[in-house]
């Protein structure tokens, strides 16, 4: 889905994305099947998706995991310094054409956010810009 209008989207899913009226340059929306996920589009564009604290994704984390418990599990994981949280950390998943990756945000020894998508999008820590 990232990379693809959302129309396309849409279609594929057979359902509409909410809320209909949005910005045309950024906006976040929803899908009533995937519960707890916002799907931020730019341009017309799906980029990225920011997870709930309730979803699971293929990595096995969620936002409250322990930080340690992803440095065991996934000992290739990259760590950044985050650039807001004082001893926080981006802990980036890239895929192996290094054009999609999932991110999680990292602050006081726990998970805080989990988001995947396209790059650039995926990095941007505000969302849209």
Do not use: W
């Not at 980029?47 to 000992?75: C, M, W």
């Amino acid at each position: 889905m990232f990379g693809r209008p959302l129309a396309e989207a849409e279609a594929r899913m057979g359902e509409k994305a909410l809320p209909e009226v949005r910005d045309a340059a950024c906006a976040f929306v929803s899908f009533p099947s995937y519960p707890g996920i916002e799907f931020m589009v730019e341009e017309g564009v799906v980029t990225r998706a920011d997870a709930g604290p309730d979803v699971i994704n293929s990595l096995g984390i969620a936002v409250g995991t322990e930080f340690a418990e992803v440095r065991r599990k996934h000992p290739e994981v990259e760590i950044h310094g985050h650039a807001y949280v004082p001893d926080g950390h981006n802990l980036v998943f890239r895929s192996r054409d290094g054009d999609k990756a999932i991110v999680a945000e990292e602050a006081d020894g726990r998970i805080t956010s989990i988001r995947a998508g396209i790059q650039p999008s995926v990095g941007y820590i505000e969302g849209c810009l």
